[in-house]
C-alpha cells in the first residue's frame, strides 16, 4: 500500500514537472501574478495563502524535500535539514527581491533540478563509491536552499510591484511558504517512514531514488532547453 502510494507520489510530481515544461518553474499564476501586481500595503491573508500555495504545488521544492528526508532516521535530522532549507530559501528570496538580484530564470532553475540529481545521487551512496569523498550534506542542503530561493525571486522581479509593504508582504509569504512546506512534508514523511517498515525498503529505495534522479535531469532538461530557446 504504502509502495503504491509513494508511487503515484513520485509519478504525480514528475509528470507535473513535465507538463510544466521550461518556462513554468517556479513561475507565478495569472490571476496571483495580477493580485501581486496590484497589491500595495500589508495583505496577510493573501500573502500568507500565496505562499503556502507556491510551496505546495511547487513540484521542485516537493522533489528536493523527498531526498532530503528520505533516508533521515529521527525526528532532530528532520527538523536540521528542513530548517537549513528554509533558512536558505528565505533568504534569498528576500535579499533577491528587495536588492534587486538579478539571475537568469532559466539558469537558476536548471540548478535547482541538478539539485533533485545531486540528493538522490547522494541518497544512493554515489559519492562516496564514484568521487571517494562526501560533500557536508547539511552544507549542500543549505546552499541549495539559497537556490531555491533565487528561482522564485526571478519570477517576483518580472513583475511591477508596488514598494509599499512589499518587505512585509514577503515576509507574510516566507511565513506561508514554511506552512505549506509543513503540511506537505507532513505527507511525505508519512509515506517514507510507513514504508521504511517494509523487509524490501533498501532494494525498493535504490529504485525510488533511481527515478528522483530521473525527474531532477528531466526538469535540469527542460530549463536548459528554454534557456537555449530564449538566447
Not at 112 to 119: A, E, W
Request: hydrophobic content about 55%.
Amino acid at each position: 500500500m504504502i509502495r503504491l502510494e509513494l508511487s503515484r507520489l513520485l509519478t504525480v510530481l514528475g509528470i507535473t514537472a513535465i507538463a510544466a515544461g521550461a518556462a513554468l518553474g517556479h513561475g507565478v499564476a495569472s490571476g496571483d501574478a495580477a493580485f501581486i501586481e496590484q497589491s500595495a500595503g500589508l495583505n496577510i491573508g493573501p500573502w500568507l495563502y500565496l505562499g503556502a500555495k507556491h510551496m505546495v504545488t511547487g513540484y521542485d521544492h516537493l522533489l528536493f524535500l523527498l531526498g532530503v528526508v528520505f533516508l533521515l532516521g529521527n525526528a532532530r535530522d528532520v527538523l536540521i535539514y528542513v530548517t537549513l532549507f528554509s533558512l536558505g530559501h528565505s533568504l534569498t528570496l528576500m535579499t533577491g527581491v528587495l536588492a534587486g538580484i538579478h539571475v537568469n530564470p532559466y539558469l537558476i532553475d536548471a540548478v535547482i533540478g541538478l539539485s533533485v540529481v545531486y540528493k538522490s545521487f547522494d541518497n544512493l551512496g554515489g559519492f562516496e563509491r564514484v568521487v571517494g569523498w562526501r560533500p557536508w550534506p547539511r552544507l549542500m542542503v543549505l546552499g541549495f536552499g539559497l537556490i531555491h530561493g533565487f528561482g522564485l525571486a526571478t519570477k517576483i522581479q518580472e513583475l511591477e510591484i508596488p514598494s509599499e509593504g512589499l518587505a512585509l508582504n514577503l515576509g507574510l509569504f516566507n511565513v506561508g511558504v514554511e506552512l505549506g512546506q509543513l503540511l506537505a512534508l507532513g505527507w511525505i514523511l508519512l509515506l517514507v517512514l510507513t514504508w521504511r517498515r517494509s523487509a524490501s525498503f533498501s532494494v525498493q529505495s535504490v529504485a525510488a531514488n533511481t527515478v528522483l534522479m530521473m525527474l531532477g535531469f528531466l526538469l535540469t532538461g527542460y530549463q536548459l532547453l528554454g534557456y537555449l530557446k530564449a538566447s
